[in-house]
Nanobody
Framework: QVQLQESGGGSVQAGGSLRLSCAASGYTYSSYCMGWFRQAPGKEREGVAGIDTDGSTSYADSVKGRFTISQDNAKNTLYLQMNSLKPEDTAMYYC????????????????????WGQGTQVTVSS
């Protein structure tokens, strides 16, 4: 079955960087839409970055220019490089996957992704 496992979260000061990883298994990795979502306390889960089966990427406006989504198909691993972190980036970050078609992450819904990891916490202090 599809399994997703995030890692790389932690605590950093504002302006710092973190790289999240998501190890995927149980399916042909490159054939699925992949995305990163986050959920802050008391807020809805929101899409942060997505990558299509053709490698095209999309980002939420709030992270454009600061976050980069990438993948290593040989390692079945998805990444999220987060630079210039802000306190408002503090959240639990989730890796998600689903069958095509893939939609831009800004218009993607949680319901568009059927497979989820357990999440990794990112805390940014001012």
């Amino acid at each position: 079955q599809v399994q997703l496992q995030e890692s790389g979260g932690g605590s950093v000061q504002a302006g710092g960087s973190l790289r999240l990883s998501c190890a995927a298994s149980g399916y042909t990795y490159s054939s699925y839409c992949m995305g990163w979502f986050r959920q802050a306390p008391g807020k809805e889960r929101e899409g942060v970055a997505g990558i299509d089966t053709d490698g095209s990427t999309s980002y939420a406006d709030s992270v454009k220019g600061r976050f980069t989504i990438s993948q290593d198909n040989a390692k079945n691993t998805l990444y999220l490089q987060m630079n210039s972190l802000k306190p408002e980036d503090t959240a639990m970050y989730y890796c998600a996957a689903d069958h095509p078609p893939c939609w831009p992450i800004a218009t993607s819904l949680v319901a568009d992704f059927g497979y989820w990891g357990q999440g990794t916490q990112v805390t940014v202090s001012s």
